[in-house]
């Protein structure tokens, strides 16, 4: 059997559980996802030299990583030719391109310095992301930007996220899609602190200055990112969960953001995605995969990434949910690594999307509970992988079985050469 006849077998299986699988397909296409550019060369950027800092890490020495920008576009688009559906690019501060002997600090970047991004951006038709980078710099003082008690150290990252804030605008104007602008710092400390609330008190007002920046909220989503731990800052962050979702709380026009890696290991995102859609009207997601101590695994298509897909879905949420990857890996082919998160996200969609919520969320409502543990165990089985399989050859991208021989030939020809 061909992809589309396997396909229309499993249309007509479908059909009988009152899914439209044709409609799904087409809604899935237009459902962005923001792809972000740190996994092509382990968070490294282009604005410094200085190793990975503030409570991340990479690990791993796979040859062939992207060293300059052109390198890193090059493999993005490889990486992008092996992901269906819709991609909106996610650019950290750190990748600014500069000219030839050009160099600004953090503090003073503009948005001339992205415009390669834009251009890139425009042409593939996406949208754009941003993050100020708040890690790997010297004045990052004592583990500490927006929180650190030293003022100079505080207007420095302050003067940084209103920098962000205008390239945030430039990129919204630029390619005519908002732009979500994400603050994340590592701000914390290692070993019990002395003081837990200054700093984030002072955080508060750091990030206060910085939307104090003027900006149309319809072009620029700002976003806090919480987050529960970091490697070296174990016993304290300053933007932790709660401090992050009371701040969006109570600022107009900033939303929480979720990463997934960022909480404690028994605490899953899906359940938390409701309770937060029940407030805000819209809020951001990291999507990665936490494993003990890390929270920037590859995300792959396992039980919590379905589940928090499924929650989106469930509650209406695909217009309400920004939607962005965060993950690297060193240690296996980055190109594989980028495009295998990106398909298990689109994965997990497709199955939310193809679940039948409306009778599972009946036979919740009328306490038919067995019924409803039956079914659900039942949809699990459905054939997905053939709607998948057509879905990746609509658009003109890989299946699962082909993978390999794509990245593997990209590693051949491309990527070991570079010496
Ligand atoms: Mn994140």
């Known amino acids: 059997?061909?992809?589309?006849?396997?396909?229309?077998?499993?249309?007509?299986?479908?059909?009988?559980?009152g899914i439209d699988t044709d409609a799904v397909i087409a809604k899935l296409k237009e459902i962005p996802v923001s792809l972000h550019c740190w996994q092509g060369d382990d968070v490294i950027g282009f604005d410094h030299d200085g190793p990975l800092t503030g409570g991340i890490q990479t690990t791993g020495n796979y040859p062939g990583k992207a060293r300059t920008p052109e390198e890193l576009l090059q493999d993005m688009d490889k990486a992008m030719s092996l992901m269906p559906g819709k991609k909106k690019l996610n650019v950290h501060a750190c990748y600014a391109i500069f000219e030839d002997g050009?160099?600004?600090?953090?503090?003073?970047?503009?948005?001339?310095?992205?415009?390669?991004?834009?251009?890139?951006?425009?042409?593939?038709?996406?949208?754009?992301?941003?993050?100020?980078?708040?890690?790997?710099?010297?004045?990052?003082?004592?583990?500490?930007?927006?929180?650190?008690p030293d003022e100079e150290t505080r207007k420095f990252w302050i003067e940084h996220g209103k920098a962000c804030i205008r390239i945030s605008e430039y990129f919204a104007k630029?390619?005519?899609?908002?732009?979500?602008?994400?603050?994340?710092?590592?701000?914390?400390?290692?070993?019990?602190?002395?003081?837990?609330?200054?700093?984030?008190?002072?955080?508060?007002?750091?990030?206060?200055?910085?939307?104090?920046?003027?900006?149309?909220?319809?072009?620029?989503?700002?976003?806090?990112?919480?987050?529960?731990?970091?490697?070296?800052?174990?016993?304290?962050?300053?933007?932790?969960?709660?401090?992050?979702?009371?701040?969006a709380a109570t600022h107009d026009g900033c939303l929480p953001l979720m990463d997934n890696g960022h909480y404690h290991p028994t605490e899953v995102v899906s359940d938390k995605i409701p309770a937060l859609l029940a407030f805000f009207p819209e809020i951001a997601l990291h999507i990665t995969r936490p494993i003990r101590w890390d929270s920037d695994h590859v995300v792959l298509f396992d039980d919590e990434t379905k589940e928090m897909a499924k929650e989106i879905v469930r509650c209406d949420g695909l217009e309400r949910v920004y939607m962005a990857l965060d993950y690297f890996d060193a240690s296996i082919n980055r190109i594989s690594a980028w495009a295998t998160g990106f398909r298990s996200w689109q994965k997990a969609l497709l199955a939310a999307m193809c679940t039948p919520n409306a009778e599972l969320k009946k036979l919740q409502d009328e306490n038919r509970m067995t019924e409803l543990m039956l079914r659900q165990e039942e949809a699990k089985m459905y054939p997905l992988g053939d709607v998948w399989a057509y879905y990746c050859e609509e658009c003109g991208v890989p299946a699962d079985r082909d993978m390999f021989a794509a990245v593997d030939a990209y590693e051949k020809e491309v990527l070991l050469n570079r010496k």
Not at 5 to 16: P, S, V
Not at 121 to 140: Q, W
Not at 207 to 227: G, Q, R, T, W, Y
């Open 102 to 148: 050009e160099f600004v600090d953090r503090d003073k970047l503009e948005p001339k310095h992205f415009a390669k991004w834009v251009e890139f951006a425009k042409e593939r038709n996406m949208g754009i992301d941003f993050n100020p980078t708040f890690f790997s710099h010297d004045k990052v003082k004592d583990g500490l930007t927006l929180s650190s």
């Open 174 to 247: 630029e390619t005519g899609v908002p732009c979500v602008m994400n603050i994340w710092t590592g701000d914390g400390f290692k070993d019990v602190p002395a003081d837990r609330m200054g700093p984030r008190v002072r955080y508060k007002e750091s990030i206060e200055a910085i939307l104090a920046e003027p900006f149309d909220k319809n072009l620029v989503k700002p976003c806090v990112e919480s987050k529960v731990f970091g490697i070296g800052v174990e016993a304290y962050t300053t933007g932790s969960a709660e401090f992050s979702l009371t701040f």
């Open 1 to 17: 059997m061909t992809t589309k006849e396997r396909y229309l077998a499993a249309k007509e299986y479908y059909a009988t559980v």
